[in-house]
Structure formats: C-alpha cells, structure tokens
C-alpha cells in the first residue's frame, strides 16, 4: 500500500488529484461540501458544468467498504443515493454524483413538513421492505450495549464530571437490559441507523425524493429504531403531539406494505419510546466524545434537546423510573450544567 498523506492538507491535495484523475480533466471549482462527526471529509468539485462530491476517509479511520456495499443494496432497492463514479479504497478516496445542496433540515418547516416527511416514510419503507440484509451485522445486545455505554464513559463521567456509585450502576444495568430488551423484541428489518434529515436531500425531480447519505453504519436491527430518528432528530424539535401522529402514520403505512408492526397502537408509541430512549442515551454520550476526543464543540449544543425527548417518554413509561432517578441525581453533582 502506497503511503498516503495524514496532514489534512495533503490528504485534500490528494482527493483532489484522484478525482481530477478519474474525470480526466482539471477542476473548474473545488471546495468544501460538508462536515461531518466522523473522520470523514467531502469536497464539492465542478468540471465541464457538471458537479461530483470526493469523500476523503482516511483508511486507518472509516473504512470505505461498508459505503460501497451499502449503495449498491439501497440502490437496487430502487432509493436514491449518490452514484459511485469512482474509488480508490486503498487510500481512501470515492468519486460521487451529486445530490444536490439541500438537505432536509434547511428546507422543513412546519407547513412543508407533513409532505417532505411523507416522502422520507416511503423511502424508509420501500428500504425496509427491498433492501437486501444478508450479510450486514446484527444490531444485537453487545452493539446496543456498547452503545449505551458511551453515555456513563463520556457524558457523565468527562462533561458532567461524575462518578456513579456501585448502586448507581447496578440502577444503570437495570436500565441498559430493560432498553435492550424492548429493542430485541421487535421485529428486525434493514436498519440505516441515522435516518434524520441532515442526511436526507431534496432533490430534483421531486419524485426521487429524498435523496440518502450516510448509510455505511446499516444493520439488521429494530423496525422502530429509523423511524425514531426520523421524527426524534438530534438538530430539530417538533411539538410531541405531531411527533406522535407522524410515527402512527408510518405504523399504518408500513402495515399496510407488510412490514410486521404492532397492530395495536400503544404498543407502538411505547416501543418507539423505549427505542428513542436508547438512541438518545447514546448520541448524548458520543456528542460528549466528539467534544473531547475530537476537539467538536458545538454537537452538545444540542444537549437539551435529547433530554426534553428523555422526559416525555420518563413521563410516559413507568419503566424509566429508575433512569429519571439516575439523571435527577447525576444532574445534581453535575459539574458542568
């Protein structure tokens, strides 16, 4: 393997010469496309009029693989994600169609939302029901336990600054076996794993809507786990009561294609609870890392959000006694607030 730069600079360099390379012309613009809270970059580049996006994932980081893989399932499922024009996964670099510059969170507002999120509903469907899940890894109870553990290693431990008490942390595993339980329990299905609209794209024609980014984590896991992110988002809040009718709809809608939902509604609400609260847990504690691992402030800005959505489903799920107890008095000695 031919050594590739580290230095971000470089690696740009580089990204650069691969893609000018497989287009066989010079760029006519480059420029940055997107950030990202992985390790991975995206640079826009325009030759003769037409517009790509070059991923840079450095390879001893994000491994280009699952990506690829993973476009080729969704795509023959008949969903729209970038077309892979080229790739050099030795070191890191892929070539993409572009999909546009308008992602879902910079167009929904509360009067387009019901018909952009009803497009996002079909396309989770139409995933759930086509794509292909042989061969993607379990999102079994080692990941979702992993998972919840990042929330007591970084949330409380590094920005709160506490330290759980013995019976603290037997409250916890109370609550990590109850979470996972209620996750195991449902039906599992192909799971993208972060189905919120930052990465979906309005695209044209508005008949492809929408266009899916970021779907290299997939797995075969619980049937409600995308549509909570969906309606459940790390960077948008919506009133709790059209959260809960838009996550009926998809209910009845996903009923209706076959998919093996709950027939009784109730159950359904306090699935997507208990599921939301897992992801919630988690996302708080990588947000945490991204801040102090990563040198990412500004994810946990976002910090209240997940915990107002904690506290409709504590209000909701006598089940989450244990956890409401556990944050009231970790919040308590809270070092940073």
């Not at 506490?162 to 603290?168: Q, R």
């Not at 506290?311 to 799920?317: M, Q």
Request: glycine letters at 4%; hydrophobic letters at 45%; proline letters at 7%.
């Amino acid at each position: 393997m031919t050594k590739q730069p580290t230095d971000p600079d470089a690696r740009e360099r580089a990204a650069r010469a691969f893609a000018e390379a497989a287009l066989g012309r010079p760029a006519a613009s480059w420029a940055p496309a997107s950030a990202d809270a992985s390790f991975r970059r995206y640079f826009r580049i325009i030759a003769d009029g037409h517009s790509f996006v070059v991923m840079d994932a450095p390879p001893e980081r994000e491994a280009l693989a699952p990506f690829v893989d993973i476009a080729a399932r969704l795509a023959a499922a008949g969903l729209e994600v970038p077309a892979i024009e080229a790739q050099d996964r030795e070191h890191g670099y892929l070539l993409l169609g572009d999909l546009g510059r308008l992602p879902y969170h910079h167009r929904l507002d509360a009067d387009n939302a019901d018909a952009l999120f009803a497009d996002a509903l079909n396309a989770l469907i139409r995933m759930q029901c086509r794509a292909a899940i042989d061969g993607l890894p379990e999102y079994d109870a080692a990941l979702l336990l992993r998972e919840l553990a990042l929330f007591p290693d970084w949330f409380l431990a590094r920005h709160w600054q506490v330290e759980a008490s013995d019976a603290e942390l037997d409250d916890w595993e109370l609550v990590c076996m109850t979470l996972i339980r209620w996750a195991l329990d449902q039906p599992q299905v192909f799971c993208h794993r972060d189905f919120m609209p930052r990465n979906l794209m309005v695209v044209d024609p508005p008949g492809d809507n929408p266009g899916i980014l970021d779907f290299q984590d997939a797995v075969v896991g619980p049937i409600s786990y995308d549509p909570v992110c969906l309606f459940r988002d790390a960077f948008l809040s919506w009133p709790e009561q059209r959260v809960l009718g838009w996550l009926e709809q998809y209910r009845r809608d996903a009923a209706d294609a076959g998919l093996p939902v709950p027939a009784d509604a109730e159950l359904w609400r306090r699935t997507c609870d208990l599921m939301g609260v897992q992801r919630h847990l988690k996302v708080l504690g990588i947000f945490a890392r991204i801040r102090y691992r990563d040198g990412k402030p500004h994810y946990l800005d976002d910090a209240p959000r997940f915990f107002g959505y904690l506290a409709h489903a504590i209000a909701r799920n006598p089940e989450l006694a244990v956890l409401d107890r556990l944050l009231q008095a970790w919040r308590a000695r809270a070092v940073v607030a």
